[in-house]
Each structure stands twice: as C-alpha cells, then as structure tokens.
C-alpha cells in the first residue's frame, strides 16, 4: 500500500526572507501556439512524424498564448507572483515581426510589475540547426544578442538554456524527444555544444550589460539500488551523466574525469568560456532517481523506454506516491539536492534559484498538487536553515500546455486549458499559491 503523501497542507508555511523570489514558468513551444508566424523548429519537425507524439498532436496552437498573452498576464497578476520565467522562441526571432511579440509581452508584465524572467532556449532549436555542430552555439550567441539589444532596457533577469542534460538525452541519446536521433554515447558532443552555446550567450549578455544571468540545469539525487559494487557504480555513471556533466563546466570548469573525450571537439579555451562566471544557478527539480546496473530494472526514465545496451539501469522508488506521469513523490529529495550541493561544490556554488518544480495532475480541484507544493517549498526551507543559498521558487506551470512527447495528456497547469475552447480556469492549486504568497508578505 503506497503511503499518503507526506504534507503540513492546512498550517502555513515558514516564512522566507524578504526579496525571496515567487515565481511561475512556461515555455515557448509548449504554449504560444501561433506556428504559422514563426520559422520551423526541430518540434515541428519531430511532431510531424507518427507515433512520436502520444496523442498525435502538435503545439501549432496549443494554448494560444500569443494572441492570448494580455489575459495570461492578468492571470499572473492575480496570482500575485514576483516574476514569470518564460522562453523566448528562436524560431519566432528569426521570422519578420517575431521579436515584437515579446516587446509586447515584455511591457505587458512591466506594467503588471510582474518580472520577466526569459529562458533564451528551451528545446525550440530552428530546424535548420544541429546541436552536433559547433557553429550552432556562435549563431545562439548571435541570436542572443539580438534579443538582448531589443528587450535589454527592461529585462534585468536572463535565463540561458533550459535542462540541456533532457535535451542530450531525451532528443539526441534515445530519441524520445526532437530532434529524434538515437546516438547513445555519440550524443555528447551536443551536451559540449549547448554548454558552449550557454557561455558564450554569457558573454553576449555581459556585453549588452546584464548583471543577473543564471542556467536552468535539471538535477536530482541518484540512489544505487543496492549495495552492490556493480549498483554502486552504475549509479555513480549515472549521476555524473545527469547531475556532474552539466554543473561541473559551468561550476569548476572542467568535465568529470574521463567524460571530456566523450564530448567532441573541446578546447581550454571552451571550457573558459564555459565557466564564465553566472549570478545564480538554476535547478529544476522533480524527483530522485534509483539506478543499479543494467538488465534488472524496468528501464524506463520519467515514463519513457530507455535502450537496453546502456550501462545502467533506473528502478522504480518504491513507497512513494506518484504523480499521474507515474513519478514519485520525493519532496525530501529536493533538500537532499540542495544541502548536496553545497557540499559538493562549496563556493563554487552560486547563489541557487528554483527554476522549475511542479506535478502532472488531473482536474480543477487539484489537492494533490497543493500537497506536492506544499512538500516542497517546506523542502526549500529546510535546505535553507540547513545553509543552503536559495534565493527563489518557480512553479511549473502556470498553464497546461503541450508536454513534449506526451502531447495533451499530462497537466502541470496552476491555470486549467480546454484545447477547444481555450478557456482558463485558475485550479484550487492557484488560489492557494497565491494566498501562500500573501502570507509570505504579511
């Protein structure tokens, strides 16, 4: 019998420092819709083919937040959060007119006093580029600029990329996600040039004078599923594929022994540019994972199939609720994260911002989502009094919206979608984040 979810839903939670940051997140492609006015993405691409998409849908209108973005704005108003982390469509930049869209979002929510918070890549890559080519991290940086000298005199807070580790794996290693290609190892040099892409971009910012640059890079605590060398081990890899080889460049500027030569075409001076220092680092956090060597697990990673030649294997986290994704419900996790972290990093280790943390749920009246917040901003405040440095909180998401491979069938919304009529219904889970965050400034 699974246990209930562990909460203290119903007492309000701690408080935390004033300038502590509340926000929301989105992205581009799952919720802007309007792909007729922007150039095509390896998503568009991916979507088109059959059975990529577990619905069979495509994101060519999914929630219609570009023509819909002035009541999704008043959405967040209400909600009452500091800051909204959403994307920026390089696709969109690159079509006549697309940077007037976020002009237009970017005074919206100037005007609603609601921070913009933009991701400058979140999986949406142009369908003409390849990550497997290392010209496309100087076009990201060329891109980058662009968008900084246009929204730069009202945009303080920049994200570089999003979860490039999901984004190696998912779209390049088992092409569960676009662009669809199955290289296992071979993928890497796409992880070296995202992470290049992020430095330069850096760069870029610095030049156009931002002060306030983070990297959104998902991590989780890795458990072996025994104590048995070959578990031990197996989970070892696994953490450093996932957690060590997308912190450690931008952190200490260097790769984990013996994944450098994995990457492709690296340089010193690559690595310099990588590590280029950030002002706070990101972490998106949904649940730990157990790993044991491989032919004994049942070889699924965040509900998807994983390929059996690869050298470890992720097991199921027993006596832990599970979201409608099938993930379980870890919120001490996230603490174990944060104060881990710290320890393995030290002072190397930025200030830390939560950049994405949310659950797929079905209906309106959404308890267990209010249970899983609930858990998990206690969570952050645990690893703070434990002294980790965490300086904000965003919710994905403030809408449901298109979820990558699983199309229409997984919700993470605050904020309620019917794809036919496109009506927003605001779920008990935003009524009651928003009077956490009235709470918060009593």
């Not at 568009?44 to 998409?53: E, I, K, L, S």
């Not at 998912?170 to 290609?181: D, F, S």
């Not at 992020?198 to 156009?208: D, Q």
């Amino acid at each position: 019998m699974i246990p209930p979810m562990a909460t203290d839903a119903g007492t309000e939670i701690p408080r935390f420092p004033a300038g502590f940051l509340w926000g929301v997140s989105t992205s581009a492609h799952q919720i802007e819709g309007a792909a007729e006015l922007r150039e095509p993405s390896v998503w568009d691409v991916f979507t088109a083919g059959p059975g990529r998409v577990r619905d069979g849908s495509t994101a060519a209108v999914a929630c219609d937040h570009y023509h819909r973005y002035a009541e999704d704005v008043a959405l967040l108003a209400d909600l009452g959060v500091d800051a909204y982390r959403f994307s920026v469509s390089w696709p969109r930049v690159n079509s006549p007119g697309g940077l007037d869209f976020y002009d237009r979002l970017v005074d919206e929510l100037c005007a609603a006093g609601v921070r913009p918070v933009p991701t400058l890549f979140h999986w949406d890559l142009p369908a003409a580029l390849d990550w497997l080519e290392r010209d496309t991290a100087y076009r990201f940086a060329d891109y980058v600029s662009v968008v900084a000298d246009r929204l730069g005199d009202r945009v303080a807070t920049w994200i570089t990329l999003n979860e490039p580790a999901e984004h190696t794996l998912l779209g390049h290693a088992i092409g569960a996600h676009a662009p669809g290609r199955r290289l296992l190892f071979d993928a890497l040099p796409a992880a070296h040039h995202q992470l290049l892409a992020h430095g330069l971009a850096l760069r870029a910012l610095r030049a156009a004078g931002a002060a306030d640059i983070g990297i959104a890079n998902s991590h989780g605590p890795v458990w072996p599923a025994s104590k048995d060398p070959a578990d031990i081990a197996a989970a070892d890899l696994y953490d450093t594929l996932l957690n060590r080889l997308f912190a450690e460049p931008v952190l200490l500027g260097a790769y984990p022994e013996g994944m450098a030569e994995l990457m492709g075409d690296t340089t010193a001076e690559d690595l310099e540019v990588i590590a280029g220092p950030v002002d706070w680092y990101g972490v998106n956090y949904y649940a730990p994972s157990r790993v044991g060597a491989p032919g004994d697990g049942d070889g699924a990673y965040g509900g998807l199939e994983l390929p059996a030649e690869l050298p470890f294997s992720v097991r199921e986290i027993e006596g832990h609720p599970v979201t409608d994704f099938g993930w379980p419900v870890v919120p001490e996790g996230l603490t174990e994260l944060l104060t881990g972290l710290r320890d393995r990093y030290g002072d190397r280790l930025p200030p830390v911002v939560i950049t994405e943390n949310g659950c797929s749920y079905e209906g309106v009246d959404d308890q267990d989502r209010i249970a899983y917040l609930d858990a998990h901003i206690r969570a952050v405040h645990t690893a703070r009094a434990a002294g980790a440095d965490v300086r904000g909180y965003f919710v994905w998401s403030l809408l449901d919206n298109f979820e990558w491979a699983e199309g229409y069938t997984r919700r993470f919304g605050l904020v309620h979608v019917d794809y036919t009529t496109l009506e927003r219904t605001p779920k008990s889970s935003y009524h009651w984040y928003r009077e956490v965050l009235r709470a918060q400034r009593r």
